[in-house]
Every structure is written in C-alpha cells, then in structure tokens.
C-alpha cells in the first residue's frame, strides 16, 4: 500500500523560506514521478512542481525562480525549497506520486505566508 507522508509546513513571514519533505512509501520500484500540488481557500487544486525519476522538472510559472524541487529516488523522497515566500503562497501543499499512471496523495500539510 502506498503512503506519502509530507512534512516541513508551517508559518512564514512574507519573504522567508521553508522546506517541504515528502516520504513515499510501499512501491518496491519507485515512481515516474513526484511532485508537489497546491491548493488555496476557494480554488482548485494546482500544479506547483513535478520532478521525473531521470531528473527533468516542470515548475509553475507562479513560483519559477524561487521554488527548487529535488528527489532522491533511491529513497522515495522528494523535497520543496520554498523562498522569497509571498502571502499568495498561503495554501495546503499536497505530495504527489505517480506510478504507471496512477497517482498517489499525500494528507497535505498547511503552509501560511503573513504579509
């Protein structure tokens, strides 16, 4: 069964920096890919940033420039470094995995930008 478990929210002030952490387990062969999702009071749930297991990346626009995401494959990690936070990043900020087409969810973990 697989679980993500994501850790490393909390609150900021406007400008600073945090650390998303995403711990994948119960797939013996990794995923295709792992990523992180956002999704603010009100709105639908967005793309922030996916990291495939050869290494390519795709980063939202909202966030290019100051978000980095990496993954240690052998591990089943993935990590979000978040900086020059903004209020407008204030949302729960989901784990993905993805599997032969299936994705996987973690339980979302809180991040708050105080202006």
């Known amino acids: 069964q697989v679980q993500l478990v994501e850790s490393g929210g909390g609150l900021v002030q406007a400008g600073g920096s945090l650390r998303l952490s995403c711990a994948a387990s119960?797939?013996?062969?990794?995923?295709?890919?792992m990523g992180w999702y956002r999704q603010a009071p009100g709105k639908q749930r967005e793309l922030v940033a996916v990291?495939?297991?050869?290494?390519?990346?795709n980063i939202a626009d909202s966030v290019k420039g100051r978000f980095t995401i990496s993954r240690d494959n052998a591990k089943n990690m993935a990590w979000l470094q978040m900086n020059s936070l903004k209020p407008e990043d204030t949302a729960v900020y989901y784990c993905n995995a993805r599997k032969f087409g299936i994705d996987y969810w973690g339980q979302g973990t809180q991040v708050t930008v105080s202006s």
């Open positions: 990291i495939i297991s050869g290494g390519s990346t």
């Open positions: 119960g797939s013996r062969f990794g995923f295709n890919a």
